[in-house]
């Protein structure tokens, strides 16, 4: 196996584990086995193309993490938000520093269960919001430098096959919603809604207007285009509108977003400063999302309320 210190650096490689390999979790898997101060020694998933994968790479491997017997220092659980919490828990209390993908749960008892244990274990929880580390999220909040002005947003992916996943505002929005419940330093603003549409349980299109006040935020979210999109425009009080496409990114190895999140939660593991989205600011960020969502009439009390 691989030292586990930094070659030239008696700092010992942090121990990591992969929790789901999905899209989310090879990306993070990827992303991790290129950082020289990370060790990843396992990853865990439930199916046989995760155990021909971490065969391929020589990683220890498990179906559940409770049956991972190296010790870890942190783990990054990208398993279908559902399961975050019972995933998540145990390996807090453990002590085990978590990175949990976004969104970091569908219940708010679930986002609180999770800080309690990381708060019982001592251990740092974070959540993929890895749209803070867009270098284009970055300057549209530089241009805006705290002045007025106006944002919008729009995140169109094709509709998930699966109806058991994430609904637009909790699969795209909550991006935006992370980012600018940051910047704002508080989630209370006035909210409308321009557009949504439901199939059937589901909310797959919405789009809704943010007031901050000095800064207003039109935001789109949309599971029925037919080709991926994330663009924002921002336009200062006074001056021209700019555009940006989210997905132009960089092209240093350590510039993208993923990476720079990755170091950013090492270093929140170290308690050092860091600027990776935490378990109490998912709190105020699930609420602003639990509000917009309830703004989004059904279509069924639509109609009633129209007799």
Do not use: Y
């Amino acid at each position: 196996m691989v030292s586990e210190a930094v070659a030239g650096n008696s700092q010992p490689r942090k121990r990591a584990l992969v929790i789901g390999l999905g899209k989310m979790g090879r990306l993070h898997l990827r992303t991790l086995l290129a950082m020289p101060s990370v060790l990843v020694t396992g990853v865990v998933d439930v199916d046989a193309a995760g155990k021909a994968l971490a065969t391929a790479l020589g990683l220890d491997f498990a179906h559940a993490a409770r049956d991972f017997a190296t010790p870890v220092d942190f783990a990054i659980v990208a398993t279908p938000p559902e399961t975050h919490r019972d995933v998540a828990v145990p390996l807090l209390e453990a002590g085990v520093h978590c990175l949990v993908e976004k969104p970091l749960a569908l219940r708010a008892r679930d986002i609180e269960a999770m800080i309690a244990a990381a708060a019982s274990g001592g251990a740092a929880l974070a959540i993929g919001q890895n749209e803070r580390f867009n270098a284009n999220i970055e300057r549209c909040v530089a241009i805006l430098d705290g002045g007025a002005g106006h944002v919008a947003t729009e995140r169109v992916s094709p509709l998930w096959p699966d109806a058991n996943q994430p609904d637009a505002i909790a699969d795209l929005m909550v991006h935006d919603l992370d980012w600018i419940v940051r910047m704002e330093g508080r989630a209370d603003c006035d909210i409308r809604i321009l557009e949504s549409e439901w199939v059937g349980e589901r909310l797959r299109h919405v789009t809704c207007r943010l007031d901050f006040g000095a800064r207003r935020f039109d935001l789109t979210a949309s599971q029925s285009g037919h080709a991926r999109k994330r663009t924002i425009e921002v336009a200062p009080l006074g001056d021209a509108l700019q555009a940006f496409d989210l997905t132009e990114m960089p092209t240093a190895p350590d510039a993208d977003p993923l990476s720079r999140q990755a170091q950013s939660f090492l270093n929140l593991c170290d308690g050092q400063p860091a600027g990776v989205s935490t378990g109490a600011e998912a709190l105020p960020v699930f609420w602003l999302a639990e509000r917009i969502r309830g703004f989004c009439m059904r279509p069924a009390l639509a109609a009633q309320g129209a007799t």
